[in-house]
């Protein structure tokens, strides 16, 4: 088997591969980070699409490891853009000296248990070997491309938005369709409308939204920022978000009506994910989520002029913010433009992709000289198994989820010793700021990893840990409305085929933080040490 290349391989060097670098360097291991791509950043590299900007505000959209580095980073506007944020990691990269033990246009094709350590092999046919694989994959980069027969077909040009390509797509003056309306297609339908001849959206199902809000962002507001930080940071760490908004503690049903409109307005102005936590309950109310879904509703239709688009648009077959909650900028305005249509394919579905564009099973014909698929991913296991990854006996891990995912906490797998995975399934993941779950994840893997380095013990979850945890996974789930959004992608419902599973655990991050620290303090009882 020969002696290991390095200590640790770390696949992916994202926002989590790039800590887990600096962090396990810092704690004396030596580091192999493997990345497919030409360069670092992860979701940051390959989305970039028009429009592609975070969701989370920028001055906690970021690492907190480093003081130093919170206060020499200047973010330019309130939700960072995808340069801006692929910026801010080359520059991590460039000052923590990463670069050296990043190899770019590595894609692993197998990572495989040797009794002990890791071979992980790449698609040229190269192998490293390692002690402990960490796994940094992201949750949202495995693409989801529906199989529409005739795609191939297709005479015009086509593009999903996650394999956006780096020199653009020129879509002036040309007939452009979109295919999504999540997150995604939320964001990037305003910007294609502006450059395109005529822009069709096909809608499935129609989504709430929030403003945005965005804009530059001052010295004055961000000096205030920086000088807040400790703060910033203690109320993310006790947040059930990894937010650093403190959640509303008003019952709006107490609220008399003119009360709580006021509240609602206020929420809306202010913009963003922010709306959300200004309503008390509202991911486990029924009532006060309907009320808050109503507000909502009537936003559509004051803001869309066509009553039809507008009743189209506007969503009655899930509660608000039971599938992630899109925030935009001038996307209801959009459907106000001449050179917009939007077509319902719940009510008259895509039959077909033809050479000239897209067919519904009316019959009905949508001609297109570009094809934009904003429809999503195969979300937090879709990544994991993009690769052969093989445990004890050689049992393959497409195997072993074959009904589902099992982790213990969504950091480790029974039957797979010594691997860890950053935000996996089961961990709070894309529930709560990134950055924040993915330092807590590094982190609580390093303790692991210094430990085990120290009594050569190698390290896996028991089943009965496995189990139990599942449980809490479903019940957290069960104990808010989020399992009721049939169509969701945090179910696994988006990818024809999967295991309907709800993945992310939703008790918060604050709980989850707290359960994996007793875990650690308690000597990992759900790990067995061999
Ligand atoms: O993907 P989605 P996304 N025919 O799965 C539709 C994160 N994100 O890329 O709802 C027709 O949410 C599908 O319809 P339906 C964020 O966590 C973050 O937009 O399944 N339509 C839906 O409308 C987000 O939640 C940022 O009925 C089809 C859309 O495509 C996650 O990424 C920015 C279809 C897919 O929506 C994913 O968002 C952007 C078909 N065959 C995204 N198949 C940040 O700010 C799918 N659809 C950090």
Redesign the pocket.
């Known amino acids: 088997m020969g002696e290991p290349d390095t200590d640790v391989i770390v696949i992916g060097a994202g926002f989590s591969g790039l800590y887990a670098l600096h962090r396990l360097r810092s704690r004396g291991f030596s580091v192999q980070v493997l990345e497919q791509a030409d360069g670092v950043g992860g979701t940051w590299y390959w ?1 970039r699409y028009p429009g ?5 505000e920028s001055y906690y959209y970021c690492y907190s490891f480093d003081p130093e580095l919170e206060q020499e980073w200047r973010w330019s506007e309130r939700y960072p853009g995808q340069e801006e944020i692929r910026g801010y990691l080359e520059h991590v990269a460039d000052r923590y000296d990463l670069r050296r033990d990043i190899a770019l246009g590595v894609r692993v094709s197998v990572a495989a248990w040797d009794g002990t350590g890791w071979t992980v092999t790449s698609e040229d046919g190269s192998s490293r070997r390692c002690r402990w694989l960490v796994t940094a994959v992201g949750c ?1 980069s495995t693409a ?1 491309v ?1 199989d ?1 027969p005739g795609l191939d077909d297709f005479a015009g040009e086509w593009h999903h ?2 394999h956006w390509p780096h020199d653009g797509v020129d879509v002036a003056g040309k007939r452009v369709g979109v ?9 990037a339908i305003p910007v294609l409308a502006e450059q395109a001849g005529h822009l069709t959206v ?4 129609a ?1 709430y939204s929030i403003p945005a809000r965005n804009a530059p962002l001052s010295e004055d507001e961000m000096a205030a920022t920086k000088a807040d930080y400790p703060a910033i940071r203690r109320v993310q760490q006790g947040s059930t978000n990894g937010h650093p908004f403190v959640l509303s503690d008003v019952d709006v049903l107490d609220l008399p009506a003119d009360r709580r409109r006021e509240l609602y307005e206020a929420a809306w102005e202010r913009g963003g994910l922010r709306f959300r936590a200004a309503v008390k309950d509202v991911l486990t109310d029924p009532a006060v989520n309907e009320v808050t879904s109503d507000f909502l509703r009537d936003k559509i239709a004051e803001i869309v002029d066509d009553p039809a688009t507008a009743e189209t648009l506007t969503p009655r077959d899930h509660p608000f913010a039971t ?2 909650p899109p925030i935009d900028t001038h996307y209801f305005e959009t459907y106000n433009r001449p050179n917009v249509s939007l077509v319902d ?1 719940k009510a008259d579905p ?1 039959a077909a992709i033809t050479p000239g564009g897209v067919r519904l099973e009316s019959g009905a014909e949508h001609p297109l000289d570009v094809l934009v698929f ?4 195969d979300a937090l296991t879709g990544p994991l198994l993009s690769f052969d990854i093989r445990g004890r006996d050689g049992r393959s891990l497409r195997e072993a989820w074959r009904d589902g995912p099992h982790t213990h906490l969504g950091l480790g797998i029974a039957g797979f010793p010594d691997l860890f995975t950053i935000t996996g399934p089961g961990s709070p993941s ?1 529930l709560t700021n990134m950055p924040t779950a993915i330092e807590q994840h590094v982190d609580w893997i390093a303790d692991l990893l210094e430990r085990l380095r120290s009594t050569g013990e190698t390290a896996e979850p028991t089943r009965d840990a496995e189990e139990d945890w599942a449980r809490e996974v479903a019940r957290a789930a069960d104990a808010t409305l989020l399992p009721q959004a049939a ?1 969701s ?1 945090y179910l696994g ?2 990818v024809p085929g999967k295991a309907r599973v709800f993945l992310p655990y939703a008790g918060g991050y604050a709980r989850y933080r707290r359960i994996c620290c007793e875990e650690a303090d308690g000597g990992y009882p759900g790990w067995t040490k061999t």
């Open positions: 989305n592609a900007r975070c969701d989370s949202l989801n529906p529409i938005t996650g295919i999504g309306t999540g997150s995604t297609g939320i964001q096909f809608q499935r199902t989504n599938k992630r394919v895509i904003a429809t999503g991913f894309v169509s992608w419902a988006n």
